[in-house]
């Protein structure tokens, strides 16, 4: 049988998981509830962009919207993506605008773009045992280490913020799409290595259906980031 958080609504992420070992699952989000509420069924758009009738069974899972999401409903996306490329057309630096479908995670965004997920960037945002913020870049396909990253700043622990946190430390970007700049001025960035070997790199605007792609050089240089190796093995 699904796992499923009631009541299910429009907005509602659904998570697939794979069969076998190592097998890669899907996620989306519900756009429609169908059928009766005994045997419902979901018009889905999944993070590579599609959309289909979807019948769940034993191996998913369907969760409300995330608690920022609710809890943020004034959010000018907009206005989140706008703060970004004032930054940048002030720096006078190359950049590109991506619109595309919403995606909910880095490697649906590299789908839906056609592009290698190494060559796409995520944030993940932890703080330290000192209370201070650090933006983690590192590529879609990985996750950040946080023992390498508390080592890369010098600090005893790291841990990565909640939801909560988020919601309440960066309330100009969606939850799970703060890109590696702007905002809350003070974060230390750590870009991982392995991103610098691309000449471009892609990231969130600040939402989930509007990317960015610029030179990894000039991502580094407007971020003020250091390089270090903070991706898990």
């Known amino acids: 049988m699904p796992v499923i958080q009631q009541p299910v609504t429009r907005g509602c992420l659904v998570t697939v998981s794979g069969r076998r070992v190592g097998a890669p699952g899907r996620s989306g989000e519900i756009l429609e509830v169908l059928g009766p509420p005994d045997h419902p069924h979901f018009n889905v758009r999944w993070e590579d962009g599609h959309e289909s009738i979807f019948y769940p069974g034993e191996t998913t899972t369907i969760t409300p919207p995330s608690s920022g999401a609710r809890d943020t409903p004034q959010l000018d996306l907009a206005a989140a993506t706008r703060l970004l490329i004032d930054t940048l057309r002030g720096a006078g630096v ?44 590192v590529p879609a396909s990985s996750r950040v280490s946080v023992t390498k ?20 430390a960066y309330p100009q970007f969606e939850l799970g799409a703060v890109p590696p700049f702007g905002g809350p001025a003070g974060d230390r960035v750590v870009v991982d290595r392995a991103l610098a070997g691309y000449e471009h790199v892609v990231f969130d605007g600040g939402v989930h259906d509007t990317s960015l792609r ?20």
């Open 94 to 137: 190359q950049f590109e605008l991506l619109p595309h479908r919403r995606t909910t995670t880095a490697t649906g965004e590299a789908r839906v773009l056609g592009v290698m997920p190494q060559g796409v960037a995520k944030t993940v945002i932890a703080g330290d045992d000192q209370g201070r913020k650090i933006r983690a870049v």
């Open 149 to 168: 990253l508390a080592g890369a700043v010098s600090a005893g622990s790291v841990a990565v913020l909640t939801e909560a946190e988020l919601v309440g």
């Open 214 to 233: 610029m030179q990894t050089e000039d991502l580094i240089e407007i971020a003020g980031a250091e390089l270090a190796d903070i991706a898990a093995d």
